[in-house]
């Protein structure tokens, strides 16, 4: 529980420190203060990190909170978007920390269709999808997913998907040379 609630109050320092450098009429972007991905993205992943460990419902549903209140907040934030990262990241807290059934096949579907609106599909998002979605979590899930991983090609342009579900997935990376970090 410590790590959780260390990593939810360096990432909600950086974000009141980037607030307070916009509520002053500082002009330009302070890059010391402007949040990035990594800021985010390190919630959920050690979200994801913490999910594994046990069956405390205490730090589960705090893992659970961080990451969804982290996910949510680029959702609202005007400078930071979600990337690949992002997604990946959220799915491996929700395959750890919900147990296979319609409730998971729901949220894996979710992340999919939001990660496709976004532009973000890449092959290790298909994989961290592949390695959650792999279970049984409902005849309407089950069906989905059997549908959609059978029109993926590894080396096609996109995947065998529509190009435009990549679109972005190399402009918003942290980092330009790797989708991981």
């Not at 978007?81 to 409730?103: D, K, Q, V």
């Not at 590894?154 to 190009?163: A, L, Q, R, S, T």
Request: charged residues 25%; aromatic residues 12%; hydrophobic residues 35%.
């Amino acid at each position: 529980v410590s790590l959780l609630e260390k990593s939810r109050a360096i990432y909600t320092r950086s974000l009141e420190r980037y607030e307070l450098d916009a509520k002053s009429g500082f002009d330009q972007l302070n890059p010391s203060s402007c949040p990035t991905a990594a800021t985010f993205n390190a919630v959920i992943r050690t979200s994801a990190n913490i999910s594994s460990k046990g069956d405390d419902a205490q730090i589960r549903d705090y893992a659970m909170e961080n990451a969804f209140f982290a996910f949510d907040g680029m959702l609202h934030h005007p400078i930071v978007p979600r990337n690949s990262a992002t997604y990946r990241y959220m799915l491996n807290m929700i395959g750890g920390l919900f147990p296979a059934g319609e409730i998971r096949g729901n949220f894996i579907r979710v992340m999919w269709e939001k990660a496709i609106q976004d532009g973000v599909l890449d092959l290790e998002l298909f994989h961290t999808v592949q390695q959650v979605a792999d279970e049984q979590h409902g005849e309407l899930f089950d069906t989905w997913w059997t549908s959609t991983k059978s029109k993926f090609v590894k080396d096609v342009n996109g995947y065998g998907f529509p190009i435009g579900w990549g679109k972005n997935k190399n402009t918003r990376r942290f980092e330009r040379s790797s989708a991981t970090y």
